[in-house]
């Protein structure tokens, strides 16, 4: 049974920072490209970051400069530190999990980061 299982989301002041972890069990997690997604109310859901299996990075123009996701194969885990956050980073943050060949896609139920201005 494939479990994405977020953790790490809460509230924060604007300006301060978080960061959001994503444990894998039930795939081969080096074989998969991690990603980080949300959606606010109201929104449809967006991309914030994805690193494929040998380490590339992307981002979302947003949140360049201020968000920078990891991940760490041997923990089966995939990081998401968030600095210098805006009450416009309030959403439910969602992890997804893309085999290389676009197989198999999986996804977390979501973990809530509230921003106050």
């Known amino acids: 049974q494939v479990q994405l299982v977020e953790s790490g989301g809460g509230s924060v002041q604007a300006g301060g920072s978080l960061r959001l972890s994503c444990a894998a069990s039930?795939?081969?997690?080096?074989?998969?490209?991690m990603g980080w997604y949300r959606q606010a109310p109201g929104k449809q859901r967006e991309l914030v970051a994805r690193?494929?299996?040998?380490?590339?990075?992307n981002y979302a123009d947003s949140v360049k400069g201020r968000f920078t996701i990891s991940r760490d194969n041997a923990k089966n885990t995939v990081y998401l530190e968030m600095n210098s956050l805006e009450a416009e980073d309030t959403a439910v943050y969602y992890c997804?999990?893309?085999?290389?060949?676009?197989?198999?896609?999986?996804w977390g139920q979501g973990t809530q980061v509230t921003v106050s201005s």
């Open positions: 997804n999990a893309v085999l290389f060949n676009r197989a198999r896609e999986y």
């Open positions: 039930g795939i081969i997690f080096s074989l998969y490209t």
């Open positions: 690193i494929t299996r040998d380490g590339s990075t």
